[in-house]
Nanobody
């Protein structure tokens, strides 16, 4: 199983930026699709961004043009650059992947957008 550890959350004002990081264990990272999910209070967890092993990406409509997912295979890291943050981006953000039939989640990192 791949172990995932997120970091980089915090409190930011509307319009601000944050960069989330996710460190992954193991030797298969470069082969994995990596995802960022988020869950706001009282809402279902939703997929925010995905990056495939070939580097192709896709995003939830609500974050297109504001968020950028990237990966560094040499460091086993995936990032989520979040710009122009809005109140509605407030949530716990989770890193996720699947290796075979086994899914892995990080512990989550809180992002709070507030004035």
């Amino acid at each position: 199983q791949v172990q995932l550890v997120e970091s980089g959350g915090g409190l930011v004002q509307p319009g601000g930026s944050l960069r989330l990081s996710c460190a992954a264990s193991g030797s298969v990272f470069s082969r994995l699709a990596m995802n960022w999910y988020r869950q706001a209070p009282g809402k279902q967890r939703e997929l925010v961004a995905r990056i495939l092993s070939d580097g192709s990406t896709n995003y939830h409509d609500s974050v297109k043009g504001r968020f950028t997912i990237s990966r560094d295979n040499a460091k086993n890291m995936v990032y989520l650059q979040m710009n122009s943050l809005k109140f509605e981006d407030t949530a716990v953000y989770y890193c996720n992947t699947r290796f075979g039939v086994v899914g892995s989640w990080g512990q989550g990192t809180q992002v709070t957008v507030s004035s």
